[in-house]
């Protein structure tokens, strides 16, 4: 079973791991955390990290196959607005 279905399974979604990530910097960044505190929420945010970027490989990998292994983009990223 891939990360992203594992997640999936368990109701964890990128966005959902990326904002407890986000609360674990912004802990470890207020500077009032004694330092074994601060030491569990590093290794904690170090983990989220890591099932972040995985999540993120999983997602370009699915890119990937879905539009056919090659090195072209399946949809247009131009912007189109009138100026």
Not at 45 to 54: D, E, H, V
């Amino acid at each position: 079973m891939t990360e992203a279905k594992k997640n999936e399974k368990n109701g964890t979604s990128f966005e959902e791991t990326l904002a407890e990530l986000n609360k674990l910097v912004d802990q470890l960044e207020g500077g009032k955390l004694p330092l074994s505190e601060c030491l569990a929420v590093y290794e904690k945010a170090i983990a989220l990290s890591t099932r972040c970027t995985k999540m993120l490989e999983d997602a370009e990998q699915k890119i990937a196959l879905l539009s056919g292994g090659d090195d072209e983009v399946p949809f247009d990223l131009v912007e189109t607005g009138e100026n």
